[in-house]
């Protein structure tokens, strides 16, 4: 069974810096999918990025990047010039690729982000 | 706008009551999921459905039941069987073998005991 960890609980960062949010997971599948999802106090959940594991090319939206590192099974989040709304908690996330019976997401326990101003 | 639209947002429970929370969605997804969020635990899911009239058990099923008579609506029952449901609970939906689009979440109900 796939399983993601996050193994840090609680981060924080000065507002305007950079920081970066560890994610790793094990999997025995070659086609899968990785996701970043921000949950702001107000707990909507929001779709950060997304990285195909068929890509080699890190996947990057706006101030948000990833390092994916698929030998060492990594999927790091860095966040630049970190602003005060990013203060949330962050959950990395695994979905399996192939047609499986369901095709569920499984989370990590997720890394609660400061912005210090 | 397309979206989830969970209700209510804040749900009060007596001890021995069932209770159900509403989901709905009008994106036309196929796959609707309902999911548990401890504190320090993340999202565990507890049920979901691919199609209409059919829904499978998660990781913690008992003491939930399900439906899915429309594509729409997939409410949630929280029944006197489950033991701890003060938590906050997600529902998602997805286009089904849409693995690359992750989810579309709705804004979620805070369940409390009392």
Not at chain 1, 31 to 51: A, E, G
Not at chain 1, 72 to 97: E, P, V, W
Not at chain 2, 26 to 54: C, E, F, K, T
């Amino acid at each position: 069974a796939q399983t993601v960890t996050q193994s840090q609980p609680e981060m924080s960062v000065q507002e305007a810096e950079t920081v970066t949010l560890s994610c790793t997971y094990d999997t025995s599948e070659s086609d899968y999918y990785l996701f970043w999802y921000k949950q702001p106090p107000s707990r909507q959940m929001i779709l950060v990025i997304r990285q195909e594991a068929y890509k080699q090319q890190n996947a990057t939206e706006n101030r948000f990047s990833v390092n994916f590192q698929k030998a060492a099974k990594s999927f790091s989040l860095k966040i630049s010039d970190s602003q005060l709304g990013d203060a949330a908690m962050y959950f990395c996330a695994y979905r399996s690729g192939a047609e499986t019976s369901y095709d569920k997401v499984i989370f990590g326990p997720g890394t609660s982000l400061s912005v210090i101003p | 706008d397309g979206g989830i639209t969970q209700s209510p947002k804040y749900l009060f429970r007596k001890e021995g009551q069932n209770v159900t929370l509403s989901c709905e969605q009008n994106l036309n997804h196929d796959a609707m999921y309902w999911y548990r969020q401890d504190p320090g635990q993340g999202l565990r899911l507890i049920y979901y459905s691919q199609i209409v009239n059919d829904f499978q058990k998660g990781d913690i099923a008992e003491g939930y039941s399900v439906s899915r008579e429309k594509k729409e609506s997939f409410p949630l029952t929280v029944t006197s069987a489950q033991k701890n449901p003060t938590a906050f609970y997600l529902c998602a939906s997805t286009i089904r073998q849409g693995a690359r689009y992750g989810y579309t979440f709705g804004s979620g109900t805070r369940l409390t005991v009392v």
